[in-house]
């Protein structure tokens, strides 16, 4: 599976907490039914990294684009349900029980749609939180404070997530699935530690913003 190698780094262990997620087939199953073609785990791949960069607010922009570049229509029945996915995730990103998953298909989904599942939701996180913060793109650990070493620890995350966003399924996972569905599972715990690792970086960046609009 492409996008394995960045396992060769250090991830900080953690302790998993309590869950809070919504349920992947009815959301998807919503957006279905309100006519919009829309990738699920992009969509709150971008939720998570705009909420990351922003909050609520940022986190709501982020969604309004998102329709818009995908043309998407009719999403007046699922906007509750969409507003209730900004604020679980919110509250699982800084509830301090470690409790945030990315929201992507079980166990159960084919290998494929796992892998593409979980390359868009890191897509979708880059493109959430550049949304609210592209100056990261172009940081310099140069600067040589704390908050320039939270920042590179950061950009490490986003250049990980670019490189498990082009993540795909080769013949050798198909030939040893078992190995496959190990390094999948990796990936998946590290990027839902390290969007939660992004949250607590860019806490500073957040208060900062939302006292400036006050």
Request: aromatic fraction near 6%; charged fraction near 25%.
């Amino acid at each position: 599976m492409r996008g394995r190698a960045i396992f060769a780094q250090d991830v900080r262990p953690v302790t998993a907490g309590p869950t809070i997620t919504h349920d992947y087939e009815t959301l998807r199953d919503s957006l279905l039914g309100a006519g919009t073609l829309l990738a699920l785990p992009e969509l709150h791949g971008g939720v998570s990294g705009a909420l990351c960069a922003g909050g609520p607010p940022a986190a709501e922009r982020w969604l309004d684009g998102f329709f818009t570049d995908h043309e998407a229509t009719n999403l007046t029945a699922v906007r509750d349900s969409l507003h209730g996915l900004v604020s679980a995730t919110w509250q699982a990103l800084g509830g301090g029980e470690l409790a945030f998953e990315p929201l992507l298909p079980d166990e159960e989904a084919s290998l494929e749609d796992q892998v593409q599942a979980l390359a868009l939701w890191c897509h979708g996180f880059l493109s959430g939180l550049g949304a609210s913060a592209p100056d990261l793109a172009e940081f310099s650990a140069e600067q040589g404070s704390a908050e320039a070493a939270a920042t590179a620890e950061v950009a490490e995350i986003l250049a990980d997530f670019a490189q498990i966003s082009r993540a795909g399924v080769d013949e050798d996972d198909a030939g040893d699935r078992d190995r496959a569905d190990f390094a999948l599972a990796e990936l998946k715990e590290y990027a839902r530690v390290s969007a939660q690792i992004v949250f607590e970086d860019l806490a500073p960046r957040r208060i900062a913003a939302a006292r400036d609009a006050h």
